[in-house]
């Protein structure tokens, strides 16, 4: 347990499995409270349950993201349920089409639920956030996919500098407010995203250390913000 964080109330989207389950048992060994959030309601649970081992309070929603109408009955219901929020990690996200000639649809969902969905969410919940006594931080995963562009993947590079670039300048408004604001940029990490890509997983970035770097975000002292971390498998994931 930590003292930063003890008693804070974390917010943890797409927490059902990879990095954002990951995000919530660090959090929780960190000693905050949990909402998360997610699609799959059996995942969310496994979530939730490895969490209670370091947490007694624990609520999960099951939405769609990009449902704007789910999402707001769902802020409204937490808001009210937990009375306070100081932690969001914006975090949930799909690969999207990797084929340029894909249906445009792909295209759209895959802003809606990486980019849209992340920037609503925010401005539901910052009022919570600066009213809730402690620490506060936005943390968004993004990708070194944020930082340059790759062939077949347009509509997410696309999402991912959108959640670079507004997350610089969510930052600059909110700063004088005390809330940390920091966007996290990783390579290939080790989950069911990347598993048909024939890379070694041992190579990758495990979801546990993108995990402690929002951890170390969440905890870092309030003269600081690291606003932008990019984190690079050790190794080259694509070598055997
Ligand atoms: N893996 C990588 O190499 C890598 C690298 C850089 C950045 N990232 C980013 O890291 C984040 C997590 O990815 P991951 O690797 O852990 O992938 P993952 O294992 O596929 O997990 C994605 C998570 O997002 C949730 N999600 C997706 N669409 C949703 C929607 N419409 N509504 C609610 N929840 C939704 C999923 O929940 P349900 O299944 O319950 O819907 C799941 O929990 C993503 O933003 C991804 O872009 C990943």
């Given amino acids: 347990m930590s003292e930063e964080l003890n008693d804070c109330v974390a917010l943890v989207t797409g927490a059902s499995r990879g990095i ?24 969310l649970e496994a979530t939730a349950q490895e969490c209670a081992e370091f947490c007694d309070t624990i609520i999960f929603y ?24 100081n932690i969001i990690v914006n975090n949930a996200g799909v690969r999207g089409p ?16 990486n980019l849209l969905s992340m920037m609503r969410l925010n401005h539901q919940c910052i009022d919570a956030i600066l009213s809730s006594e402690g620490p506060k931080a936005i943390i968004n995963i993004a990708s070194v996919l944020g930082k340059v562009g ?13 959640v670079v670039g507004y997350t ?12 940390k604001v920091s966007a996290i940029c990783p ?4 989950t069911a995203m990347v598993a048909d890509r024939g890379l070694a997983g041992e190579r990758m970035i495990q979801p546990e250390d993108v995990a402690k770097t929002v951890r170390f975000v969440a905890e ?7 606003t932008e971390i990019i984190i ?7 070598s055997a």
Avoid: W
């Avoid at 390579?187 to 080790?190: L, P, Q, T």
């Avoid at 870092?220 to 690291?226: E, K, V």
């Fill in 20 to 43: 954002g389950r990951a995000c919530a048992i660090e959090l929780a060994k960190a000693g905050c409270e949990l909402v998360l959030m997610g699609r799959d309601t059996e995942a």
């Fill in 62 to 85: 099951a939405l769609d993201l990009a449902d704007p109408e789910a999402m707001a009955e769902t802020v409204e219901d937490l808001l009210e349920s937990t009375g306070k929020l």
């Fill in 98 to 113: 990797l084929d340029t000639h894909a249906p445009f649809d792909e295209t759209v969902e895959t802003l809606e639920v």
């Fill in 150 to 162: 790759l062939g077949g993947s347009a509509a997410y590079c696309a999402s991912k500098h959108g």
């Fill in 168 to 179: 610089a300048s969510l930052f600059e408004d909110l700063r004088s407010s005390g809330v």
């Fill in 187 to 190: 390579g290939f990490v080790n």
């Fill in 220 to 226: 870092f002292p309030g003269t600081g913000c690291p």
């Fill in 232 to 238: 690079r498998p050790q190794m080259n994931p694509y």
